[in-house]
């Protein structure tokens, strides 16, 4: 099993910036990869941002070159450093991790952001 919490979400205006960090504990040896998604308001889950195990990234169309994955050296820690924030980045952001064939995922954190 592994554990994932995020936290770093809020308010911030269009233009701000916002860390998201999410943390994984448990059985973590086994990760394949560790990603970011959002979810707005009546729409479906989606990819923002994944990281590899041997540090390779990939990034959605709408927030490449604002927003930047990143972890610790002991991938026990997953950034999500967003700048450039739009109105439209609202959503609840879920950290996500790939252990063998499952995913497993956070509870999630609120990012609001207001034009």
């Known amino acids: 099993q592994v554990q994932l919490v995020e936290s770093g979400g809020g308010l911030v205006q269009a233009g701000g910036s916002l860390r998201l960090s999410c943390i994984a504990s448990?059985?973590?040896?086994?990760?394949?990869?560790m990603a970011w998604y959002r979810q707005a308001p009546g729409k479906q889950r989606e990819l923002v941002a994944r990281i590899g195990s041997g540090g390779s990234t990939t990034y959605a169309d709408a927030v490449k070159g604002r927003f930047t994955i990143s972890r610790n050296n002991a991938k026990t820690v997953v950034y999500l450093q967003m700048n450039s924030l739009k109105p439209e980045d609202t959503a609840v952001y879920y950290c996500?991790?790939?252990?063998?064939?499952?995913?497993?995922w956070g509870q999630g954190t609120q990012v609001t952001v207001s034009s």
């Open positions: 996500n991790a790939l252990r063998t064939l499952t995913n497993y």
């Open positions: 448990g059985s973590i040896s086994s990760i394949i990869t």
